[in-house]
């Protein structure tokens, strides 16, 4: 349901609900139904973009359009305010648990929320992340598993420790984006006062 509230004017099929939302399709097909049913969702076909990779590297992939149905949330649905408030304006993950899913991504120093966890959608990322040995892979792999709860694309930054202090001290507009508006520390071992 979050998927669909985030993204009020994008339709989806069952194959980008399952993939989105880390559901079997099976599951993702039978809940988008029952959404029909009750007015949530509304049927809608539309055209989607494909990328077929090249198998030769020299050729760039290339993007096959093909129509499709999905289903598109029904904005005259009698619900969606109160909907809205219980799915989106609550808290969307548990903040106590934020940094444990990151708990094999490295040495990390500080761990901030900014944006949709905040709930402004004008910051330019949600999450920043700085450590020292940072795992791409497994920082990405816990994103992942966030969007799938959350419902939306969540725009983070990692940095290493080093980086993250010249950066600081270039007054660098990605962190001043999130130092200056509201934002929430959960871990803070390069004791900074921000």
Request: hydrophobic share 40%; net charge positive; no cysteine.
């Amino acid at each position: 349901m979050r998927l669909f509230l985030f993204n009020t004017k994008t339709p989806y099929d069952s194959e980008e609900v399952s993939s989105r939302s880390k559901v079997a399709k099976s599951i993702a097909r039978r809940e988008l139904h029952g959404l029909e049913q009750i007015g949530f969702l509304q049927k809608k076909t539309y055209v989607k973009s494909l990328v077929i990779k090249s198998k030769n590297k020299n050729r760039p992939d290339t993007i096959k359009k093909k129509k499709t149905s999905g289903w598109l949330l029904n904005v005259k649905f009698p619900l969606l305010e109160p909907l809205r408030k219980l799915l989106i304006e609550s808290q969307l993950v548990s903040i106590k648990e934020f940094p444990n899913r990151f708990s094999g991504a490295g040495v990390i120093k500080l761990m901030m929320l900014s944006g949709v966890f905040l709930y402004d959608d004008m910051r330019l990322i949600d999450l920043l992340i700085v450590g020292n040995k940072l795992n791409k892979r497994m920082i990405e792999k816990a994103i992942g598993h966030l969007e799938a709860e959350v419902g939306k694309e969540i725009r983070y930054a990692f940095f290493e420790e080093a980086e993250f202090m010249y950066r600081m001290n270039m007054y660098d507009k990605l962190l001043r984006d999130i130092f200056d508006y509201p934002h929430k520390k959960l871990v803070n071992r390069l004791d900074l006062n921000l």
